[in-house]
C-alpha cells in the first residue's frame, strides 16, 4: 500500500496544500466520531449506574450535536476539498504535457506518436489525480488515525487499544503482499489500454482507406482483439483487488472480534467501566477505516503510476535547443547573402543517415529546387532549416550568422514553410491566417488570398473572412486547404520560403493556381522548392540533385540536362510517364 512515486511526487507542484487540507478534514470528522462515541458510551453507562436526569440527557444531546456538527462539517468539506484538489491537478498537468507536446519539434512528435499524447493527456491524467485526492490523503490519514483512535482508547482498555493498534500497522505489509502483483497486472492494463486507443483512432484516421480497400472488417477483428486483451488484463486486475480485500477484510473483521472478546473479558472481571467498553466497540473499527481507505485508493493509485511513467517520459525530453555565443556585428558585409550548408549530417535515431557530410548554397532572392528519389534527403534538409532538429554535424548560417546562434522562435520569423498537407484548424477563415500575424487587418487578408487566387471564392462567400471552415478544414476541398495554407505563409512575409511539395495531392486546377503564385514570388523572395514534378522547377536558378543523402550534381536545368546524369534520366523518366499517359508517343525531353 506505501506506493511512493517520486515522478508523481514531482509532478506535485501547487497540490500540497489541498492534500493537507484533506487529512486535516479527516482528522475532523475523526475526531466528531470520537467526540459521539464517547458522549454515546458516556451516557449508556450512567444509565447502567444511576438514574437519568434532565441534565445528564441535556449534556449528552448537547455534545452529540456538536459531534454531529464536526462530522457533518468535515465530510461535506472533504468532498469539495478533493473537487478542488483533483481539478487543480487535471488542470495543472493536461497544461503541462499540452505546454510540452507544444514545445517539442517534428522529431520528437514522431518518436511519441499521436495516440500515445492523446492517450497520456486524457485516460493518463484521470489516473494520475487519484494519486493526489485520494491516495496521499488517505496515506497521511492513515498513519494519524490509529495513533489518535489509540491515544482516546488507551484508558477505557489498553489491551484492545494495544491489540489494534499492532494490527492496523501489520496490515501494511500484508497487503503489499499483493501490491507488486497487481502493480504489474496495472502497467499491463495501461499497455494494452494505449495500445487499444492508438489502433482505434488510427483507425479512425484511415477509415477512407480501409473502406476503399475493404479491410474494415479486418481492422474490426483486430481492434475486437485488442479489446478482449485489455478487458482480460482489466479482469486480472479486478480478481486480485478482490482477493486483495477478501483477505484484509478478513483479517480486520477477526481483530474486530478478538477486541470484542479483550472487552468482554475485562468487563467480566470488572476492571473497565460499560462505558469504556461501549466505547471500545464503537471506535475499534474505526482503526481499519483508514486502512481500509487508503487500500481502496492504493489500488486506484496503481493505474495512475503506470501512467505516469510515461507521461514523464513526455515532460523530460529536451526542448532546449543548443546556443553558441556570436557577435552578429562580426556577420559583415562579406558574409554569403542567403543560407550555407557546410559539412551537414543528421542520423535519424535507429535508421540510417538522412543526409552525409552536404554542402549547399542558398542564395538570396533565387529560386533553389532540391529533386531526387524518396529518401534521398529532400525533406531531412528542410526540416534541418526549419530547425525542427540540429544536425548530427557540420552547420547551417543564414547571412553569416550561425543557426545556433538563433532560436528556433526568430530562426521561423525568417524562413517558413508550406508542407505537403498544411494544418487547417477550426474556426473561420479569418482565424486560420491570423496564426501567422494575429495584428493582420482584413485587407491583409484578402491580399494574400487573391495572391493564391482565392479571391473570387471569398467574394461568394455570405460571411467572408468569418466564414467557418469545419472541422480541421472539413468544408474545404484539397486545394482550398492548401492555398490557404499558402496564403497564410505568405501572410508571415518571411524572406525565405520552403514548398516541400506544395501542390501535391490537389486538382490540376489548384495546382495551375499554386504555381502561377510560385512564380509570382521570383525575385521577392528566396525560394527552397522541393517537387517531384520536374518540370515545375525547370526555371530554377540552381537545382541540386541529391541521392542517398549527397548531392550528386548541382547546377541550372540546361546544364543538368547537358551532363546527362542522374538529373537528365529523372527527366526523361517522368517525360515517358506522362507522354504514357497522356497516349502520346514517348519523345525526348530538354
Same mark, same amino acid.
Given at each position: ?78 468532498? @469539495? #476539498? ?16 499540452? &505546454? ?94 494505449? @495500445? ?71 468487563? &467480566? ?59 552578429? #556585428?562580426?556577420?559583415?558585409?562579406? &558574409? ?46 528542410? /526540416? ?7 544536425? /548530427? ?198
Amino acid at each position: 500500500m506505501l506506493l511512493i512515486s517520486k515522478v508523481l511526487l514531482k509532478m506535485a507542484k501547487g497540490l500540497w496544500f489541498w492534500i493537507i487540507t484533506i487529512v486535516a478534514l479527516k482528522m475532523l470528522a475523526l475526531a466528531g466520531i470520537a467526540l459521539f462515541s464517547q458522549t454515546l458510551s458516556d451516557f449508556l453507562g450512567s444509565m447502567a449506574e444511576s438514574p437519568v436526569t434532565a441534565a445528564m440527557l441535556s449534556r449528552a444531546l448537547g455534545q452529540a450535536f456538536l459531534a454531529s456538527l464536526l462530522i457533518l462539517a468535515g465530510e461535506a468539506l472533504i468532498g @469539495e #476539498a478533493e473537487y478542488r484538489c483533483t481539478a487543480k491537478a487535471r488542470l495543472d498537468l493536461r497544461r503541462r504535457i499540452f &505546454s510540452k507536446v507544444l514545445q517539442l519539434d517534428v522529431g520528437s512528435i514522431e518518436k511519441i506518436g499521436m495516440s500515445q499524447a492523446v492517450a497520456s493527456a486524457v485516460d493518463g491524467v484521470e489516473s494520475m489525480q487519484v494519486y493526489y485526492s485520494k491516495y496521499l490523503p488517505s496515506l497521511f490519514y492513515c498513519f494519524f488515525a490509529p495513533l489518535y483512535l489509540f491515544f482516546r482508547l488507551k484508558d477505557a482498555s489498553f489491551p484492545a487499544a494495544v491489540f489494534l493498534l499492532i494490527v492496523s500497522i501489520v496490515l501494511f505489509p500484508a497487503n503489499n503482499l499483493f501490491r507488486k502483483l497487481i502493480k504489474e497486472l496495472k502497467g499491463d492494463v495501461w499497455g494494452a489500454f494505449r @495500445e487499444l486507443t492508438g489502433y482505434y483512432l488510427e483507425s479512425l484516421l484511415g477509415l477512407v482507406t480501409l473502406k476503399l480497400f475493404n479491410q474494415d472488417e479486418k481492422r474490426s477483428l483486430r481492434l475486437r482483439d485488442r479489446a478482449e486483451n485489455f478487458n482480460r488484463n482489466l479482469m486480472a486486475v479486478i480478481k486480485n483487488n478482490f482477493v486483495s480485500f477478501l483477505f484484509s477484510d478478513g483479517l480486520i473483521y477477526l481483530s474486530v472480534f478478538i477486541s470484542v472478546v479483550f472487552v468482554c473479558t475485562q468487563l &467480566s472481571r470488572g476492571t473497565i467501566s460499560l462505558g469504556n467498553g461501549i466505547m471500545v466497540l464503537m471506535l475499534g473499527y474505526g482503526f481499519f477505516a483508514s486502512v481500509r481507505q487508503l487500500m481502496f485508493s492504493a489500488h486506484q493509485a496503481l493505474t495512475g503510476i503506470a501512467a505516469a511513467e510515461t507521461i514523464a517520459g513526455i515532460l523530460d525530453i529536451d526542448t532546449e535547443r543548443p546556443s553558441i555565443p556570436f557577435d552578429r #556585428a562580426s556577420a559583415g558585409k562579406d &558574409s554569403f547573402r542567403g543560407i550555407r550548408l557546410r559539412g551537414l549530417s543528421y542520423t535519424y535515431p535507429g535508421r540510417d543517415a538522412g543526409i552525409r557530410d552536404l554542402d549547399m548554397d542558398i542564395a538570396k532572392d533565387r529560386v533553389t529546387a532540391l529533386v531526387g528519389p524518396s529518401g534521398s534527403g529532400k525533406s531531412t534538409i528542410a /526540416s534541418l532549416l526549419l530547425r525542427f532538429f540540429d544536425p /548530427s554535424a557540420g552547420g547551417i548560417d543564414m547571412e553569416g550568422i550561425p543557426y545556433a546562434a538563433r532560436s528556433p522562435e526568430e530562426l521561423r520569423e525568417q524562413i517558413i514553410m508550406v508542407p505537403q498537407q498544411v494544418g487547417i484548424f477550426s474556426g473561420t477563415v479569418a482565424e486560420n491566417l491570423r496564426i501567422a500575424a494575429p495584428q493582420a487587418g482584413d485587407a491583409e487578408l484578402i491580399e494574400v488570398l487573391n495572391q493564391v487566387r482565392l479571391g473570387d471564392w471569398l467574394e461568394k462567400l455570405p460571411l467572408g473572412l468569418e466564414t467557418d471552415v469545419g472541422d480541421a478544414g472539413a468544408k474545404l476541398s484539397g486545394g482550398q486547404k492548401q492555398k490557404l495554407g499558402i496564403a497564410r505563409v505568405l501572410l508571415r512575409r518571411a524572406p525565405y520560403i520552403i514548398f516541400d511539395e506544395a501542390s501535391s495531392g490537389v486538382d490540376v486546377d489548384s495546382e495551375r493556381d499554386i504555381w502561377a503564385c510560385i512564380a509570382g514570388l521570383e525575385r521577392t523572395r528566396t525560394l527552397i522548392i522541393i517537387s517531384h514534378r520536374l518540370r515545375t522547377i525547370r526555371n530554377a536558378d540552381t537545382i541540386y540533385v541529391l541521392s542517398g543523402g549527397r548531392i550528386a550534381e548541382s547546377g541550372n536545368h540546361e546544364k543538368l540536362m547537358g551532363s546527362r546524369g542522374i538529373y537528365y534520366g529523372l527527366v526523361q523518366e517522368q517525360a515517358a510517364l506522362e507522354f504514357r499517359g497522356a497516349g502520346i508517343p514517348q519523345g525526348i525531353a530538354v
